[in-house]
Each structure stands twice: as structure tokens, then as C-alpha cells.
């Protein structure tokens, strides 16, 4: 029987990466509207954090940019489309970078077939994002091709709303053993007529991708995520929660009902362990900024776990001393691990949003998607050379950009052997 293992597929950031204020209820991405973007230090900045990862925790995918810009959106959207800038700034879009939104993925030891599902994400809120599944699950097709060990779906109908794993939660006692799956999903308040941002996630779409995937109904839970973490800018479950095997690091107010929230995962799984972080220590507001939550929690090859935040939480007086206060007491997370991801962080993608994770035999996976460190330093020549140094917002659709934009990723792409999503 093969080991199965956690392996986190960071998307690499796009040679159009640029900040457009195209999120409604993304704080960091209304923030940084207009800004100048550079694409190859963000690219860099990623990459940097996958071969941290890939040294310290043993496996590392990663996911590939979409061909940008997508002459085809502004075609669906009328002649006369790229004279809007959002539109135009939706085509050139690099927003598949935040890889937790690719996909839902459960894992073989979860599903009734034994097999390992994973249902792209529609992503049908914002148009720039509701782009990407049809190209997404081409490359989830050629990664995950291994039909004994794989099923890819179809994203749901648009009629409702899915961002994937980033409402997406998973309990076990061993990554390779059965787990408890949670779906976290939204209703706004600006759905009940008294709120500012649209919930993401619909329970209608969590469901169906349960249905798919063949999860057993005792080992699936769903639960509401709070209104109010929404309004105040978490658009994903993700801003405010984050698991790994049996434990969940999670902001006081990110379900809406928390005992109801933990009482139902503790029913599915009992051996649940809660860092629950209170509001009078780290706010709403501290946590969207710094993005703690938005960690990766990983199990150690030492044992414990090490939590992967961006660097802004050092920034935060609060945030770090919450975070210095957890390391000296003694619970499940041993180590912290600040990451420098500033250039997707602008755009309200920390180092979780920048991964979607995959439990699987790395050896059943299309091994061009599997980092090596050789692998990065060929990636890294390629980034440095062909990647725009930066953006403006006014560069966007003039043909220079263009031809590099498209070049770059070809660049890439050949140097991957991976040609063939051209
Ligand atoms: O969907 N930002 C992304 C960030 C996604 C973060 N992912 C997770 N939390 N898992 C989003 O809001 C900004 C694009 C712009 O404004 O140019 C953007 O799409």
C-alpha cells in the first residue's frame, strides 16, 4: 500500500499579474487599484516560498499561469469590451495564482470509489475569476491524468457559486487515513439587504461537490461561515480558519454559530483540536490586514506542526505577540514560519491562497507538475529573464505588453515540457 502525503501545488504568478480592484470585498485588492504590479518579483516571491516548502516539508506541485490575456473573454463580452477597463483588466487577469480556489480536492481514503476527486472551482462571482475553470481543469487533467487514482469533474452549474478548497477544511488523525471533510459556506449580509459584500460560496454548490466526490454523509459537515467576518472582508473561509489533520486554527468570529460550528465537527470527529484565536487579542480587522489566518498549517517531517504566515503578521504588534504567546504555550503548532508572498498579498492572496493541497502518492501524479530544486533554478532563469519587471495599469492591452505577457508563459511552459497547454 503507497504512502499517501500532503502535496501543496502552488500556482506560479502569472507574467500579467497586475492590481486591477477587481474583488468586491477583497480589502487588499480595492487597496492596491491602480498600483504598479511586478510581476517577476511576485513570481519570484513565490517561488522562494516553494522551495522553502519543498525543503522543509519534503513534496511540492505547483500549477501553471492561463494564457493571458484572454482575447476570447473580451469576444464573449462584445466588440468594444477592451475599452473597459475592468474588463480589460479581467482578460489579463493572473488571479489563478491563489491555487486554493482551482479546485475542491478529497482525498482517495474519503471517497466511496477510493479514488482522489477534485472538482475545479466555477468561480462564477467575479468575472476575471469565473474565467478560469474551463483552463484550469485542462491542467488538473494532465497533473491528475491517472484515472486509477484520480477523477477530475466538471465545475458545478454557475447557478451557484464555488471558490473551491478555500472554503474547504479537512480533519484526520493521518493525512493517508479517512478524514472528516468541512465545507464552510456563505450568506452575506448584503444577501439579508443590511451588508456590503457578496458571499462567495453557496451551500447549493458545497453540496453538490460532497455528492460528486462520493463523501460518506457521518464524515461531511457544513457550516455557515459568519456573516460579519464577510462584511469585513473575508471572502474566503480561508481569512479566518485554517486546518490540518486533527487540528483547526480559527478566528473567534469566523462561523456564524461557533459552538454550533465546533459541536458538529466534534460529532463527525472527535478528536478535534481548536486554536481558536479571540477577538480581543487579534481583531477581524488585524487578521484580514496580516492575513494570519491565511497560513499554511503543516504537519513536520519532526512531528507538531509548523504554521507558514505571511510576513505582514510580524508587522502586527498584536498578531505577533498573539503568535509568540502560542509558540511558548504547549499546543499543536510548534514553529512560525513568516514568508514574504507582498505582491500577491496586495491583491489579498496569502501564502494559503497561493496553494491547493492534494493528498495523494506523489508518484501517481504527472511528474512535470512535481517541483525539484533543479527544477526551480531553471524556473527561476526563466522568471528573471522573461517576466515583465512591472506593470502599470495603463500598460494594459498595449501589444508590447501583450507579445511579452504571451511569450513569457510559452517561455515557461517549453522549459516544463508542458507545450502542450500553449
Ligand atoms: O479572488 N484576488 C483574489 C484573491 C484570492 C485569494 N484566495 C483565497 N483566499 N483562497 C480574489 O479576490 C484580485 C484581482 C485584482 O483586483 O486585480 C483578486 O482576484
Known amino acids: 500500500m503507497s504512502k499517501l502525503v500532503e502535496v501543496n501545488f502552488d500556482g506560479i504568478v502569472g507574467p500579467s499579474h497586475n492590481y486591477a480592484g477587481l474583488s468586491l470585498g477583497n480589502v487588499a485588492s480595492a487597496k492596491s487599484y491602480g498600483k504598479t504590479s511586478y510581476p517577476r518579483a511576485a513570481a519570484l516571491q513565490g517561488l522562494t516560498k516553494m522551495r522553502g516548502n519543498l525543503a522543509r516539508f519534503g513534496h511540492q506541485g505547483f500549477l501553471l499561469p492561463l494564457p493571458r490575456p484572454n482575447t476570447a473573454l473580451l469576444e464573449q463580452l462584445g466588440q468594444g469590451s477592451e475599452q473597459n477597463p475592468a474588463l480589460l483588466a479581467a482578460a489579463y487577469s493572473a488571479s489563478s495564482m491563489w491555487t486554493a480556489n482551482a479546485a475542491t480536492v478529497s482525498p ?30 485542462r491542467m488538473l487533467d494532465l497533473a491528475f491524468a491517472d484515472s486509477s487514482h484520480f477523477t477530475v469533474h466538471d465545475a458545478v452549474p454557475a447557478t451557484f457559486g464555488d ?34 459584500y457578496p458571499a462567495r460560496q453557496h451551500i447549493e454548490a458545497s453540496r453538490a461537490v460532497a455528492r460528486l466526490h462520493g463523501l460518506s454523509p457521518e464524515r461531511t459537515v457544513f457550516i455557515e461561515q459568519n456573516p460579519i467576518a464577510i ?22 468570529l469566523a ?4 459552538q454550533v460550528a465546533y459541536d458538529a465537527m466534534r460529532e463527525a470527529f472527535p478528536a478535534l483540536q481548536v486554536v481558536e484565536v479571540p477577538d480581543s487579542e487579534v481583531s477581524l480587522a488585524d487578521a484580514i490586514t496580516s492575513y494570519l489566518f491565511n497560513a499554511q ?27 509568540e504567546g502560542m509558540l511558548a504555550g504547549n499546543g499543536p503548532i510548534r514553529e512560525v514560519v513568516p514568508v514574504d508572498v507582498r505582491q500577491s498579498m496586495a491583491n489579498g492572496g496569502g501564502p494559503a491562497c497561493l496553494r491547493l493541497r492534494v493528498v495523494c502518492d506523489p508518484s501517481t501524479v504527472d511528474p512535470r507538475f512535481l517541483l525539484t530544486e533543479e527544477k526551480a533554478e531553471q524556473m527561476e532563469a526563466v522568471i528573471a529573464r522573461a517576466w515583465p519587471e512591472q506593470i502599470d495599469p495603463a500598460d494594459l492591452g498595449n501589444s508590447r505588453l501583450e507579445k511579452t505577457v504571451i511569450a513569457a508563459r510559452f517561455a515557461l511552459l517549453e522549459a516544463l515540457g508542458l507545450a502542450e497547454l500553449g
Open 163 to 196: 471558490e473551491g478548497a478555500a472554503n474547504h477544511m479537512r480533519l484526520c488523525v493521518d493525512h493517508g487515513e479517512a478524514g472528516v471533510e468541512v465545507f464552510v459556506y456563505g450568506r452575506s449580509l448584503a444577501e439579508r439587504g443590511n451588508g456590503k
Open 297 to 323: 498549517l503543516v504537519s513536520r517531517q519532526e512531528g507538531g506542526m509548523a504554521l507558514v504566515v505571511p510576513e505582514e503578521c510580524r508587522e502586527n504588534t498584536r498578531v505577533w505577540t498573539y503568535l
Open 255 to 258: 462561523f456564524a454559530d461557533r
Open 231 to 252: 462584511d469585513a472582508g473575508a471572502f474566503h473561509n480561508d481569512v479566518v480558519a485554517v486546518a490540518n489533520a486533527d487540528t483547526i486554527f480559527a478566528h473567534e
Open 108 to 137: 482517495a481514503p474519503d471517497t466511496t470509489d477510493s479514488k482522489c476527486h477534485l472538482t475545479p472551482a466555477n468561480l462564477v462571482t467575479m468575472v476575471h475569476r469565473a474565467q478560469e475553470w474551463p483552463e484550469t481543469k
